[in-house]
């Protein structure tokens, strides 16, 4: 049982590491040897345990159309808003 516990401490410290490195997850992957079932296997876990999502921002390029207001008050021409309930509003 000490055993699996350390391999357990083991790759949970790798995902730890990994996350922290900077590096993306397929060349760290490489440079530990690890396969990568087994890294994402351990990354759900480590995620889980922090209570965190497996999530991560992504962000996309938005194209506006050319726009030409009339006299009076600034349009809405755009407006996003996140998961979490927050509201982008972009006025033209």
């Excluded at 049982?1 to 730890?16: F, Y």
């Excluded at 922290?20 to 995620?47: A, E, M, T, V």
């Excluded at 050319?66 to 996003?80: D, H, R, S």
Aim: contains cysteine.
């Amino acid at each position: 049982k000490k055993q699996i516990m350390s391999e357990n401490r083991k790759m949970l410290n790798l995902v730890e590491e990994c996350l922290k490195s900077g590096l993306q997850k397929k060349d760290f992957i490489r440079q530990k040897n690890i396969s990568p079932h087994k890294y994402y296997y351990w990354q759900k876990r480590y995620l889980a345990q922090k209570g965190k999502s497996e999530e991560r921002p992504v962000f996309k390029e938005v194209s506006i159309p050319a726009f030409f207001p009339q006299e009076g008050a600034p349009k809405k021409v755009l407006e996003v808003t996140t998961p979490s309930g927050t509201q982008i509003i972009i006025y033209a």
